[in-house]
């Protein structure tokens, strides 16, 4: 066998046999350099068995020319082969790592927020302790109105304070849902309320389908797509005249802006589709309220306009 292909062959059988030994247990729970001894000493057989059928070869066709150059070609494409093989397995690897590294900053945000809410509820519980103490305190001294003023007083602000945008309640709900679910599928998902909606006479139930069914098409999309920094855009702010919803996403283009509200029109496949898009605008005209849609190859938005002023 050629000196060429001494380093290489080892190279590559030390490789493939620690790739094939990786697969069983024991060797998984054996040192690093206990891994090592044996990967070499395994190799150094096989090497040899490859170069004793290799100088048979030669013998059994008389050492001619042609057919050795024909042999260390054959050689060489299978090393080739094997080289191709090593690196698709290194590539699988390092994807997996990413993968399993971008599951875990997920569970990490995920903790996170979660340790946020927790905090949020200890606060929380704090306040009402020193609340029940109060109350507690007022009705052992006989005060009952004075105690039943607090009660309706410190209900009076929870009610106000019960959500971050306004009287829209519901605002919360479905940030903290699509929150949750945007985590899990590694995407960005961001509420930014500049104003409170505070005199819409919409339902809150069907304001909630409209925005929902919205953000829902935007992470079904985002969802087949490979890219990094995904993302989806709550904004609600007012002019002059009315006030304005904005959901943006930077999935794929959708080329048909004039007919994703039509029943059954979908850009997806399969059955029971189509009909989400179609229920929004069917809610939206019921109050009188418009929405549009503008895409490209950058950025999708949806955006509803509720006028103040009939």
Do not use: W
């Not at 005060?143 to 607090?150: G, P, Q, R, S, T």
């Not at 179609?278 to 306009?305: C, Q």
């Amino acid at each position: 066998m050629d000196i060429i292909f001494i380093f290489p062959i080892c190279l590559i059988l030390f490789i493939i046999i620690n790739l094939i030994l990786n697969k069983y247990k024991f060797y998984k729970e054996i040192s690093v350099l206990e891994r090592s001894l044996i990967t070499i000493f395994i190799a150094i057989i096989t090497y040899f068995l490859l170069y004793r059928g290799y100088v048979y070869i030669l013998v059994r066709i008389k050492y001619d020319l042609l057919l050795k150059g024909i042999l260390n070609s054959v050689l060489a494409f299978i090393l080739i082969c094997l080289c191709f093989y090593i690196g698709l397995k290194f590539i699988n690897i390092l994807n997996d790592n990413t993968s399993k590294e971008n599951k875990l900053n997920n569970l990490n945000n995920k903790i996170e927020h979660k340790e946020n809410i927790i905090a949020k509820l200890r606060s929380q519980k704090h306040d009402y302790l020193k609340h029940l103490q109060v109350v507690y305190s007022l009705l052992n001294t006989g005060l009952n109105e004075d105690a039943k003023d607090y009660i309706t007083n410190i209900s009076n602000s929870f009610r106000a304070k019960t959500s971050r945008y306004g009287k829209v309640s519901y605002l919360d709900a479905i940030a903290s849902l699509k929150y949750e679910e945007c985590l899990i599928k590694n995407i960005s998902f961001d509420v930014y309320i500049q104003d409170f909606m505070d005199n819409l006479i919409i339902e809150p139930s069907d304001m909630s389908s409209v925005i929902l069914n919205i953000i829902d098409n935007a992470i079904d999309s985002l969802s087949n797509v490979c890219k990094e920094n995904k993302y989806i855009k709550l904004f609600i702010y007012e002019d002059e005249f009315q006030y304005v919803i904005s959901i943006k996403n930077n999935g794929p283009k959708i080329h048909n802006t004039e007919s994703i509200f039509l029943e059954g029109f979908s850009t997806k496949d399969g059955s029971d589709r189509g009909y989400g898009l179609y229920l929004v605008k069917n809610i939206l005209d019921k109050y009188g309220y418009h929405i549009f849609a503008n895409s490209d190859d950058f950025l999708t938005e949806f955006t509803i306009l509720i006028p103040k002023y009939y």
